[in-house]
């Protein structure tokens, strides 16, 4: 019922910015939790920053105040700023919709985001 593809990714040197974006399509409602994660080689998945239908915003510690999340009706950007090399990444839009009782998370495929000089 949902689908995300994201865009946006490529490469940047540091210091850098890049915005990358995630176009949401089917049943999507306005209190759906938005966000952006993100994994590493060898890392395990991150949570970057979200958004909250309230327009209420969360950001990993390494995000703050670098990165910005925002939405558009159907679409979350995510603009990145100062980008450093440990941001390279596969960048992840996640729909999480909550339920009684239940919480389900959409996914799309994910944008390649490298950092190097």
């Known amino acids: 019922q949902v689908q995300l593809v994201e865009s946006g990714g490529g490469s940047v040197q540091p210091g850098g910015s890049l915005r990358v974006s995630c176009a949401a399509s089917?049943?999507?409602?306005?209190?759906?939790?938005m966000g952006w994660y993100r994994q590493a080689p060898g890392q395990e998945r991150e949570l970057v920053a979200q958004i909250a239908g309230s327009g209420s915003t969360y950001y990993a510690d390494s995000a703050k105040g670098r990165f910005t999340i925002s939405r558009d009706k159907n679409t979350v950007y995510l603009q990145m700023n100062s980008l450093k090399p440990e941001d390279t990444a596969v960048y992840c839009c996640?729909?999480?919709?909550?339920?009684?009782?239940?919480?389900?998370?959409?996914w799309g495929l994910g944008t390649q985001v490298t950092v190097s000089s």
């Open positions: 089917g049943i999507i409602l306005s209190i759906d939790d």
């Open positions: 996640n729909l999480r919709r909550h339920g009684l009782g239940a919480t389900r998370d959409y």
